[in-house]
């Protein structure tokens, strides 16, 4: 379906390669003749995706690494560059949530002063460590990995850079405090490296993915029986296009971004892709 013949042999780096939607990246890109890095804290998990993609022909290998700590970034960098030279485009995909830093009502209401009910979790419950571990993980994840690899890719005249953010951080959803102001935090920060890196040949863009089913919020989109829950009732209610996504709909946004012979001109935008979600009024 897509021919991106320019993209033939350059180096990808993809954090949470391991995952549903950034495994469908790396394959995406492999698939373009990428010779991709499939970096995750699981390694299990990112050599799973990378023996998927070597059965069809292509080339990557997994690496094991925790995009939180520097140390072992640079050791996965130092081990990229012995497998496959100098990174090209950089897929800042590993992220997440934690219950933690969510609330189990969408809106707080004057009983919730004296519920003492542990299964209820209003604003004045949130874990500040929770809060902090979906930052870290969201918006430092996405800093320490572009410190490593960006210092190889400046320069490049075709070097790309596509952060992960969210549909949330247009809108922020209920429940879920912690990760849409991550993921905000995520779009702002791409448009500030847009501007930092634009003299030294470095785009930088972002996706921001709607409403996907994945391993991480299964659990939240069905039920035991594989029934809708209320909540994604609720979302496919104000979804024009009526459905979740699946990784491949985001295929065209990520080659799109990550070839220069259709992007060069662009950087510093987030492109939603969310089945209308975001341009849907309720009414």
């Known amino acids: 379906m897509y021919n991106h013949e320019n993209l033939n042999g350059r180096v990808a780096v993809v954090t949470g390669g391991g995952g549903v939607l950034c495994g469908g990246f790396a394959k995406d890109l492999a698939r373009q003749g990428m010779k991709v890095a499939i970096l995750d804290l699981r390694l299990d998990a990112a050599e799973k995706v990378a023996e998927e993609i070597k059965a069809e022909g292509f080339e990557a290998k997994g690496f094991a690494c925790n995009v939180l700590e520097k140390e072992s970034m640079e050791k996965a960098r130092q081990e990229i560059l012995e497998a496959y030279g ?7 995909g590993a992220g997440g949530n934690n219950p933690k830093g969510n609330t189990t009502k969408e809106k707080f209401e004057m009983c ?3 519920n003492t009910c542990e299964e209820v979790k209003t604003f004045f419950d949130l ?12 918006f430092l994840g996405t800093l320490i990995p572009t410190q490593v690899f960006a ?3 400046i320069g490049k005249p075709y070097a790309t850079i596509i952060n992960i953010s969210s549909m949330n951080s247009y809108k922020p959803l209920t429940k879920i405090p912690a990760y849409s102001a ?11 490296m847009a501007v930092h890196f634009s003299e030294v040949g470095l785009r930088v863009n972002a996706i921001a993915p709607g409403f996907f089913s994945t391993n991480q919020n299964k659990a939240l989109l069905y039920n035991e029986d594989g029934s809708l829950t ?8 104000h979804t024009p296009l009526g459905r979740f996504g699946v990784p491949e709909d985001l295929t065209g946004s990520l080659l799109f971004l990550a070839d220069e012979n259709y992007s060069r001109f662009v ?3 987030i492109i939603p892709v969310d089945g209308g979600f975001s341009a849907y009024s309720g009414v």
């Open 112 to 114: 919730d002063l004296e």
């Open 182 to 192: 991550a993921k905000a935090a995520i779009s702002n920060f791409t448009q500030f």
């Open 151 to 153: 210092k190889d890719m």
């Open 127 to 138: 874990d500040p460590s929770g809060i902090e571990f979906v930052f870290n993980l969201n």
């Open 267 to 269: 950087t510093g935008v």
């Open 230 to 237: 209320p909540r994604s009732e609720k979302i496919l209610g």
């Open 86 to 92: 100098t990174c090209d485009l950089l897929v800042n």
